[in-house]
Each structure stands twice: as C-alpha cells, then as structure tokens.
C-alpha cells in the first residue's frame, strides 16, 4: 500500500488529500482544509502554518498541486503529425495571443487526444511561470515537494472516472467562489473546458438576473460544444467549492435536460480520522474532489490521457522595463535609418538623433541600478520624442515603400529548401498574408521557425495545410508587420 497526495488551491482554501491506494483502490483518506487568501502564499506565518500541519499529520511530503482555475489557459488545437518538441513550438506561437501571458515566462504542457495520419489533436495547458515558481518554491517551505503541476480540470476528469463514469460524453461544472469552469470529456480525456466569472455568489444570489446569467452561460456552452464538437453529452457532474451544493442542483435542473450528479466520495471509503469522517457526512467531501483526483492521478497516470504537467516546458518571453524601451528606440531608429536610403539630406540630423538615443539608453541602463535618476531620464526622453514627432511625417510617407522592401527580402529569406510563396499580401494596418506550397509539412513548419526570428516580423503562424498533387503541401499562413498598430500583444 502506497500514500499519494494531492492539493487544491481555490479562490479562498487549500485542500490537502492523502490517499492510501492499494491495487488501484483507495484504501483510506486524510483531509486537510486550510482557509487562505492569495497573498497567504508569500506570508511566512501561512506558510509555518501549513509545515506545522503537514509535520503533525504526517503527511506524505511529495504532492501533485493543482493552482487556481483563474491562472491557467487551457485550450485544445489540431496540429500536424510532427514530433513533440515541434508541437511546443506551435503552442508557443499561439500563447503569445493571451493577455494573461503578455511579455512572460510561460510553463506549459499537453495531452494528445486523437492521432490521425494528417493531424493530432491536442489540448494544451499553461501558466505564468512566475506563479508556478511561486507555487512550488511555497509548499517546498511548508514540507511538501512538488511531484507536477496539474490543471485542475484533469484531476475533477479523474475523480469522475474513478467513481462514477469515464466512457461517456459528460460535463464537469466546477462552482467556485468567483469562477464557474465546465470540462467536457469523452473516453477519459479532456476535450474541452470554459470558464466564466461567475461562481457561487451569483449562483445563490437573491438576484435573479444573476442566476439567470449564470445558468444561461453554462446552458450556452454546453448546447455549444454538443453542435459544434459533435459531443452528445450523456451527464453533468457538479463539484462546489463550498457546501451550497443544493441550491445549484436545483438551478441546474430546472434548464438542463440532462441528470444532475453531485460528485460526493464514496460511502465505503474509510478515514485515517473521524473529523475526515464527520465533514464527508456533512458535505459528501464534494469539495475534496479536486485533491483527491490529483492523489489518483498520483498512483498510475504518470503517462495517461489525464496527466497534464504543466511544470516541464518553459516558454522565455519576459523582459525588462528596461529591454522594452530600448526595443521601441531601435524600431524607430530602424525605420529612420531605412529612410536615410532613400533621403540622404537627412542624415546628419538622424546621426545626431540616434547617439542621443543610444546616450539614453546606456542612462537607462544604469537608471535601473539608480533609481533616484528616474525622473530626469523621463525629461529626456521626453525631449527626444518631441524631436522624433518632427520626422512622422517623413516616417509615414516612408514606411510602405522601405518595410514592403524588407518584408519581401526577409520572406524569400526565411525559405527553407523546397518551401515556395505563390502570393503575398499586406494591407496598411500591418496584416501579412501568405500561401504557398511545400515538399512536405515538415518544410512548411520549418519556415514558419524561421520567421520566429524574423526582424521585421511577428507572430507568423500556420492556419491550413492540407495535401496538394503527389506529396507536396499546400499552406496559408498570417503575420503582422512588427511596430504595427494592430500587433497581437
């Protein structure tokens, strides 16, 4: 017999469930509820607190953790038949797009839910990296090791599939305080999921627009999914965060045309104590079900379709104030100094504009080891944008003709072998489209790793590829011209 543990974190508590599994059965539990606010995870008292319990209970030190619903982005995408690491690289091109991640370190990983000759479909789950560091560095001081990172929607899919139903289509409608997540599954694998911001207040509330809007989002998605992903949903299980679990079950039921299952533990299930005992008594443990999936996932899922690591793969995207105000600088002195080939006159005033703004640069440099010279370096930088404003004009008139020029130089670059453009377009808010053909997928993903260092550049991203004559590939494909007003941030 083995321990295995899993921990929760919710809106406003930390759940800690041991389980003792034995040929796949869980023998006994331990529960752990801890009440918290995020900026407990920081606080050194909090943190005592959790060793303190972690020591007295002897629990098993080494844990799967699920982090709160609302810092992580789970999304499901079709990709051609290529190898892992090429995957993650178009998963990285696509997670640019998320506000939460602008300008971050992102942790991901993914699951394959269906292979086909021509296409994988995956789904895809990710996290600032900061927040897992954070997360990890956190229990690691209370005691706790972290064994991964598991979105919590796996955990609730193997928490379903351990106790009540993993076949089926079905829908797992996780309530918590400020968050409403739905997690649509068929044969053991996540195909799915939705999160709106709305949760237990607006459920229960006196308000019935609120409830009304609610329930009317979840009926949405689920009429949705069940169209446009052909998934004849068969159940819906609901897990609450808190003991309202009755008033949601009768909400629910009142618009749904599907049964309504509360996903309470087991009645045979035996406890290490009786306070465990008294509280499923009382609630079902129905707010335990995320922490106990994740002790499950713990025993044989290492590699199965519910183990989604989210702590493997790091995608480097953070910079400092520093780096991004140098960035605009050189943009700008690259668009001038593109200019200066077609106007020599000039030059002197653009030679004398850049060695201000590189004297700038090194100041701002040094602004960030001292910071008391902040508000002068603002002057300044102040002034050297009122001198840039007198080139718009020339920039403007300019920038067309010299950025088309790069753009076709830097696209005919960027081939690799047996990679050709058939056509090319660019409009003046800086959209780039492009279609072309290939030897093979392979050659057209390599191009698009290509332009991922591209200097005039951004997000270049595949939309189709699909067989043409003989083996070749046809594709399209959109970018933006970086600098542009419309760039994806």
């Known amino acids: 017999m083995r321990k295995y543990t899993g921990i929760s974190i919710t809106d406003e508590f930390i759940r800690i469930a041991e389980a003792e599994i034995e040929s796949g059965n869980i023998k006994s539990l331990r529960l752990e509820e801890i009440p918290y606010e995020k900026s407990d995870l920081k606080d050194a008292k909090f943190i005592k607190k959790i060793r303190s319990i972690v020591k007295k209970r002897r629990l098993y030190n080494k844990a799967f953790i699920a982090l709160n619903n609302s810092e992580v982005i789970i999304k499901d995408k079709i990709v051609p038949p290529v190898k892992k690491n090429e995957i ?70 193997k928490f379903v599939g351990t106790f009540y139903e993993n076949k089926a289509p079905l ?16 044969n053991e694998k996540v195909l799915y999921t939705y999160i709106q911001d709305l949760g ?27 169209r446009n992903r052909n998934l004849s949903i068969q159940k819906v299980f609901v897990v609450s965060q808190k003991d309202s679990i009755e008033p949601l079950i009768q909400l629910l039921s009142s618009r749904l045309s ?5 996903t309470n533990l ?14 499923m008594q009382k609630t079902g443990g129905i707010e335990f079900a995320k922490a106990v999936g994740l002790a499950l996932l713990g025993e044989k899922d290492a590699k199965g379709t519910l183990f989604c690591d989210i702590s493997k793969h790091v995608l480097v995207e953070k910079k400092s104030v520093g780096i991004k105000i140098t ?53 300044e930088l102040s002034t050297l944008g009122g ?18 020029s790069a753009l076709l130089a830097e696209l005919k670059a960027k081939l690799p072998p047996g990679v050709f ?69």
């Not at 087991?266 to 509280?279: A, G, Q, T």
Request: aromatic share 8%; no cysteine; hydrophobic share 40%.
């Open 421 to 489: 453009i058939n056509s090319v377009s660019l409009n003046e808010k800086g959209d780039i489209a492009i279609s072309g053909t290939g030897t093979n997928y392979k050659t057209v993903l390599d191009y698009e790793v290509n332009l991922s260092s591209a200097k005039y550049i951004k997000n270049a991203t595949i939309h189709s590829m699909s067989k043409s004559s003989g083996s070749a590939a046809t594709f399209s494909m959109s970018a933006y011209v970086k600098g542009a007003n419309n760039e994806k941030k």
């Open 200 to 226: 237990i207040k607006e459920a229960t509330s006196n308000d019935i627009n609120l409830r009304n809007t609610w329930l009317g989002n979840i009926l949405t998605t689920i009429t949705f999914v069940s």
């Open 171 to 186: 829908v797992i409608i996780n309530v918590d305080n400020t968050k409403t997540t739905l997690t649509f599954m068929e």
């Open 387 to 404: 001198t840039l404003s007198q080139y718009e004009t020339v920039k403007k008139d300019l920038k067309n003709r010299s950025i088309t």
């Open 258 to 262: 599907y049964p309504i299952i509360p």
């Open 266 to 279: 087991p009645e045979d299930i035996s406890f290490k104590n009786e306070e465990d005992y008294l509280r």
């Open 88 to 157: 993650f690289k178009l998963i990285e091109a696509e997670i640019k797009d998320y506000a939460i991640f602008n300008h971050q370190n992102v942790s991901l990983g993914f699951n394959v839910i269906e292979k086909a000759k021509d296409k994988i479909k995956i789904i895809w789950a990710g996290t600032k990296e900061e927040t897992l560091l954070s997360t990890i560095k956190t229990f690691r001081k209370a005691g706790i090791k972290s064994a991964g990172i598991i979105p919590s929607n796996f955990a609730l899919g």
């Open 327 to 379: 960035t605009t600088i050189i943009l700008l002195a690259l668009i001038n100094g593109v200019a200066f080939y077609f106007y020599p006159y000039i030059n002197n005033t653009l030679m004398s504009l850049q060695t201000n703004i590189s004297n700038t640069k090194n100041k701002i440099e040094i602004a960030s080891k001292a910071a008391e010279q902040t508000n002068k370096l603002k002057n």
